[in-house]
């Protein structure tokens, strides 16, 4: 019975222990290093980079919610990679409360599968990695086709 208690301890043990081990595709990516200035002046300096499906650097290029992860993570804030998941990260803020550096969603199709994220200037615009063939860039969330398909903002600074 000893025998049989110790061979299940042990048992346990190495499939807990096993549990700490890691493969390469979990870890992390290397963040980049830390910026100076605010998320905007970060994310102006990235104006004209290429647009690229799951793009998440400068490097490759960058997808909307990419741009965005990557921006934040510059000033040590971790948001979540899709866009979905980035609308639920910080706090709700209402059109009219909008200020610099909060991210703006859009629903161009209607469907919320579809989310497209920007990081607002402060004045009417919104900087965001629009779609294939496209780079970076600053535009009025104004304009009838971002006006219309404008769905919720939130902060996710102090």
């Known amino acids: 019975m000893f025998v049989v208690c110790r061979l299940a301890l042990l048992a346990c043990l190495v499939l807990f222990l096993g549990g700490c081990a890691f493969s390469v595709a979990d870890r992390?990516?290397?963040?980049?290093?830390?910026?100076?200035?605010?998320?905007?002046?970060?994310?102006?300096?990235?104006?004209?980079?290429?647009?690229?499906?799951a793009g998440e650097n400068?490097?490759?290029?960058?997808?909307?919610?990419?741009?965005?992860?990557?921006?934040?993570?510059?000033?040590?804030?971790?948001?979540?990679?899709?866009?979905?998941?980035?609308?639920?990260?910080?706090?709700?803020?209402?059109?009219?409360?909008?200020?610099?550096?909060?991210?703006?969603?859009f629903a161009p199709s209607g469907a919320l599968s579809s989310l497209h994220v920007g990081i607002f200037d402060g004045h009417g615009g919104f900087i965001h990695s629009p779609s294939r063939g496209g780079r970076v860039r600053q535009e009025t969330i104004w304009a009838p086709y971002w006006k219309s398909s404008y769905y919720a903002a939130n902060r996710v600074t102090q």
């Open 58 to 105: 400068p490097g490759e290029g960058f997808d909307c919610s990419g741009f965005v992860k990557w921006v934040y993570a510059r000033h040590g804030i971790r948001l979540p990679r899709r866009t979905q998941d980035q609308l639920m990260a910080g706090r709700p803020v209402r059109k009219e409360e909008l200020r610099a550096g909060d991210l703006v969603f």
């Open 28 to 53: 992390a990516p290397i963040a980049p290093p830390p910026a100076t200035g605010t998320v905007l002046e970060t994310a102006r300096e990235l104006i004209g980079t290429p647009y690229r499906p």
